[in-house]
């Protein structure tokens, strides 16, 4: 099964506005998150490639260290947009399966990820991992790749339902803890450093909120 991880990346510089960091400490952020979750999934055994959807150049330049495919967002529009962007490769390429992960889940492991792909390996269907506040989706797997639309950045998980069910797709929740953790607010930067799960990258984190 050849498998894709797909990952939106925003301009770093526009990113995570709540957390009422500079600009240069958001950059920071970003760029610790996203070079976190790409050491994951290289990881990954059940991984093949990995699809980076963004304009920024720092993104790109972390994505080479991991041999990322670059896919050029121009528009900058939103999640929806990037994962229709990576549907038109995933499709011209053959890909069995497809992962949509954000970069704020650093937490993530690689047994996590390989648990979510090999779930239901051999049936058609997409899974659905929500936020802890249940207010968004932190990954998707959809087998085969559909060329459906996803309805990120509409506040809740359950808007991703309602495009599988008019596609007659069956879905499944997996509620992994790890890959439901992710950093919105300053409240989600606490609870994150309190489990301490990894404490290299917990560590760079507060370094990076002394600093501000």
Known sequence: MKTAVIIPVKSFSKSKSRLNL???NVEDLCKIMLDEILQVVT?????DDIMLVSKDESAFGIGKKFNCIEIVDDEESGVNNA???ANEFLTEHDYDCSVVLPQDIPLISPHDLDSLIAFY??????IIVPSRHFDGTNALVRKPVPRIETRYDEGSYKFQIEPLKTAKINYSLALIHRIMIDIDNIIDVNY????NSKPSF???????F???
Do not use: D, F, W, Y
């Open 121 to 126: 390996q051999n049936k058609k269907n997409a």
């Open 43 to 47: 990881e990954t055994k059940l991984i």
């Open 83 to 85: 994962v229709s962007l």
């Open 202 to 208: 917990c560590n760079k984190m507060r370094s990076i």
């Open 22 to 24: 500079s600009t240069s």
């Open 210 to 212: 002394a600093n501000n």
């Open 192 to 195: 994150m450093l309190k489990l």
